[in-house]
């Protein structure tokens, strides 16, 4: 294996990624789009950077000479069904978990009556019914149907974040995919510092340690979905993932009284709010087979260990 070549297409993949949505986002600050309208102006820096880590795969290859082989686009659902649903689930059961730690720590916030949600169908045929009747059948809504949705929007980021820099940083770490899938996380989470603190205005209590504690989500969904990528061989259910935990992520707040706490929850970005994947991340990262090579996982599947004999 050509290390250096390695580094070399890591590097310019980086360049890429980074390069367009940071001048982009940096172009739209500089013209006053977020002082006369903060949201275009966010949504329209968004959209640059979804669109530019999948273009940032095409492009390394191109310039490099990669070729076109390992694209992980193969959806493999034979081999893979298992880590399909596991990306479309857990991030439910995380978000769950880190909601319902919020609220025991700070039960203050909680609002049986769910007066975020009443408002928020006031308008429509749901408001005659029972508000968690309402919430149970959004709950249903978004892991039916708006998953699988975003899973397209997500394969923007998840075929350059997991379907090309994990598999280079696998390689340059000689078979290291733990600290490659930490390591992909916090890239990510940095790539999003910009975009983060150009919105800051839209989101009451974001403060200056808000991107820093941002990295606690993305390192240890990165565990999540670099998992699903490396043991089914595809990029889809790390799409699929990335979709689950973006679909997921409002359901705390709907119990939500009075303003959240950004840094602490209960949404998954905060610390709290991101309990469950930090539990999820460590049981995957102390796992002998969660990493290991697909040979080896099946090998350890059908041979007992030695201290078991």
């Known amino acids: 294996m050509d290390t250096g070549l390695t580094t070399k297409r890591i590097l310019i ?54 070729g076109w082989g390992n694209l992980m686009l193969r959806p493999n659902l034979k081999r893979g069904w298992r880590f399909y649903l596991a990306a479309w689930l857990l991030p439910f059961l995380a978000t769950l978990v880190g909601g ?16 975020v949600l009443q408002k928020l169908v006031a308008n429509t045929p749901s408001a005659a019914v029972s508000p968690w ?7 249903l809504s978004i892991l039916i149907i708006s998953s699988p949705i975003n899973m397209v929007v997500s394969m923007g980021e998840e075929f350059g974040w997991r379907g090309y820099l994990l598999p280079k940083l696998v390689e340059r770490f000689a078979g290291g995919t733990r600290k490659a899938a930490l390591l992909t996380g916090l890239i990510h989470g940095v790539w999003h510092w910009p975009l983060i603190l150009m919105t800051a205005s839209l989101v009451p ?105």
Not at 100 to 115: C, E, I, R
Request: aromatic fraction near 10%; charge should be positive.
């Open 13 to 66: 993949f980086l360049a890429v990624a980074f390069g367009i949505p940071w001048v982009a986002a940096l172009a739209i600050f500089l013209s006053g789009m977020m002082t006369t309208n903060p949201t275009q102006g966010g949504a329209l820096a968004n959209y640059f950077f979804i669109l530019t880590p999948w273009l940032a795969n095409i492009a390394t290859r191109l310039i490099t000479k990669e």
């Open 100 to 115: 319902a730690a919020f609220y025991l720590l700070f039960a203050q916030s909680f609002d049986p009556n769910l007066g």
């Open 133 to 139: 009747l309402v919430l149970l059948s959004m709950s």
């Open 205 to 309: 209590g974001v403060t200056f340690l808000t991107p820093l504690v941002y990295l606690v989500l993305t390192c240890t969904m990165s565990v999540l979905l670099s998992w699903v990528t490396l043991r089914s061989g595809s990029v889809w259910p790390a799409a699929l993932g990335h979709g689950a935990v973006n679909a997921a992520s409002a359901l705390p707040g709907y119990l939500l009284k009075g303003p959240g706490i950004p840094l602490v929850g209960p949404d998954p970005t905060g610390l709290i709010g991101g309990i469950g994947y930090v539990l999820l991340a460590l049981v995957l990262l102390f796992s002998r087979k969660a990493f290991a090579p697909a040979k080896e996982a099946r090998l350890e599947r059908v041979e007992p260990h030695p201290a078991a004999i």
